[in-house]
């Protein structure tokens, strides 16, 4: 197939790579000592955290690399794709890609990169470093890159007040962990359906900003986190327990412009969700006492959405998930993108689907959630 004409392309999950230095240079004084730093071992670099050494590797903006020139990215930032830090060559990576819009996350979550502090306060420091520099950022084409903002989702009440700045700042959206203990599981960590947030839910629906929740949770059972490839291989399904939380709370009910979307865990796993939750509605509303008025597909495709890089059988579903729920992504710069071929990627996932519903799925759903 080709794609249709014309047809605006809105990657809906993509990532930004920044330097571990912009924090010693950007964090309160009282925190600019214990802030992440690069050495040297040998043909490698290292970031140096809180007292734990851990190897740089350059995977995260390897999109288009194959084979040999993996080894040399696994050594340096620097030497895999520049837009991940720098918005100039972004944007050239995106003409080329043929790529519109790109919609930016980091990576881990406590400050955009994959380190974290158990310091709560530093740790907060640290994400107001990151959304200040992703806001700078997107500022350089603010039409074409579309940034989202952590916020310490530990601290409802502080976590709007970010909301609140970054929204000021031109950022779009926020991101959360899938399970508030995500990171660790200290006794104040409480499940989403806590009317602790209620406030926050409602004031991300005034502020118009989508919740993001990023590939998807880790498993369930100790000790199978730190087994990465089961840990990847379930993580995605592992979505649903969020997004029942949202539906079954009433959240969703409540606050009917609060958009929830799941990114980077899929689709094809909604398919059955969406009407397994009917069903268990239907069975156990009574005596649960559900404060649910419509079923709960109702709430889910109304307010949640879900973004792919490929899965073939979401989309084929995509009549029972809703052609208006589904967001595509090139996950631009990661080893697992489809840049630069992501035309022709989308051109064979979406092989017989009728054109309008292919706009929806690769453009105009992600434009309207994220006011592009």
Known sequence: MSLPDPCRIVSADDHITPSPLIYGERLPKEFRDRAPRL???GDRQVVIFEGSERPVSGLDAAAGARGKDLLELVSSKEKGRRGGFEPGPRIEDMDFDG?????????????????????RAFRFAMMQVYNDWLAEYCSAA?????????????????????????????????????????????????????????????????????????LGTRPVTRGLAEQLIIGIAVNKSAMCEPIASFIFSGALQRHPNLRVVSV???????????QWIDHVWGRHREHTKSPLTEPPSFYFHRQVFGTFIEDKVGV?????????????????????????????????????????????????????????
């Open 142 to 214: 603010p039409s074409r890159l579309v940034g989202i903002a952590e916020v310490p989702v530990w601290d409802p009440k502080l976590a709007l007040e970010e909301a609140s700045r970054c929204a000021k700042k031109g950022l779009r959206g926020v991101v959360v962990p899938a399970v508030p203990a995500y990171q660790e599981s200290p006794p104040e960590d409480r499940p989403y359906t806590d009317p602790i947030y209620n406030d926050l839910w409602a004031g991300l629906a005034d502020l118009d900003m989508p919740l993001n929740m990023h």
């Open 39 to 41: 050495e040297s071992r």
């Open 264 to 274: 980077e865990s899929g689709i094809g796993w909604m398919a059955f969700f969406v």
């Open 99 to 119: 790529v519109d819009v790109q919609v930016l996350f980091g990576s881990g979550y406590g400050g955009g990169i994959e380190i974290n502090s158990s310091d």
């Open 316 to 372: 084929r579903d995509r009549d029972v998930i809703g052609v208006e729920n589904i967001m595509w992504s090139s996950d631009y710069p990661h080893i697992n993108s489809t840049w630069p071929e992501s035309r022709k990627a989308i051109e064979e996932h979406f092989e017989g689907v009728p054109d309008d519903e292919v706009r929806k799925m690769v453009g105009e759903n992600a434009a309207k959630i994220y006011k592009v």
